[in-house]
C-alpha cells in the first residue's frame, strides 16, 4: 500500500537532503496517521481506496492555496514544487469509457438509487475514480 511506500521515500528524500520532498512526504505521512489514529478506525477502512481520498483532498487543499498565494502577488516557487510533488503520488483519473465500462460489468442498473454499490465496485478497480465523475457516468447512462 501506499503509506509504506511513503516511509521509503522519506528515507530516501533525507539521503538526498531534499527538503521539499520531504516535507511532502512528512505531511502526507501525518495525514495518514491522523486518520489511523481517528476515532473509530477500523483496520479495514484503511485501504488504497482511502489512501488516495486522502492525497485527493490535500492536493485540493494546497492547490486552493497556491492559487490564493497567486492571486496575493506572493511567491509560489516553493508551493508549486510541494504541489508538485503530492501530485506525482497521485494515479492518473480513470476516463470516462473506462468508467462506464466499469458501471456495466458492475452488474448494478445504472441509476442514481444504486451509486453506493456501483461507486464501490468502480473504486474497487481505479481507486482514483471520484464520486463526481462517477456519477455522471451514470447520468450519462441512465
Given at each position: 500500500m501506499l503509506h509504506t511506500e511513503i516511509n521509503r521515500h522519506i528515507a530516501e528524500a533525507m539521503k538526498a537532503k531534499d527538503k521539499n520532498?520531504?516535507?511532502?512526504?512528512?505531511?502526507?505521512?501525518?495525514?495518514?496517521?491522523?486518520?489511523?489514529?481517528?476515532?473509530?478506525?477500523?483496520?479495514?477502512?484503511?485501504n488504497e481506496a482511502k489512501e488516495i481520498a486522502i492525497l485527493q483532498k490535500m492536493e485540493?487543499?494546497?492547490?486552493?492555496?497556491?492559487?490564493?498565494?497567486?492571486?496575493?502577488?506572493?511567491?509560489?516557487?516553493?508551493?508549486?514544487?510541494?504541489?508538485?510533488?503530492?501530485?506525482?503520488?497521485?494515479?492518473k483519473e480513470p476516463s470516462n469509457d473506462e468508467i462506464i465500462a466499469a458501471i456495466r460489468e458492475s452488474g448494478f442498473p445504472p441509476e442514481m438509487k444504486n451509486m453506493r454499490n456501483i461507486l464501490a465496485f468502480v473504486q474497487q478497480r481505479y481507486p482514483a475514480a471520484s464520486g463526481k465523475l462517477v456519477s455522471d457516468a451514470i447520468r450519462q447512462l441512465s
Open positions: 520532498r520531504l516535507y511532502v512526504l512528512k505531511m502526507i505521512k501525518a495525514k495518514f496517521l491522523e486518520f489511523q489514529t481517528s476515532k473509530g478506525y477500523k483496520e479495514e477502512d484503511f485540493k487543499t494546497w492547490a486552493d492555496e497556491l492559487q490564493s498565494f497567486r492571486d496575493a502577488g506572493r511567491d509560489v516557487t516553493e508551493l508549486a514544487e510541494q504541489v508538485q510533488i503530492l501530485q506525482g503520488f497521485l494515479p
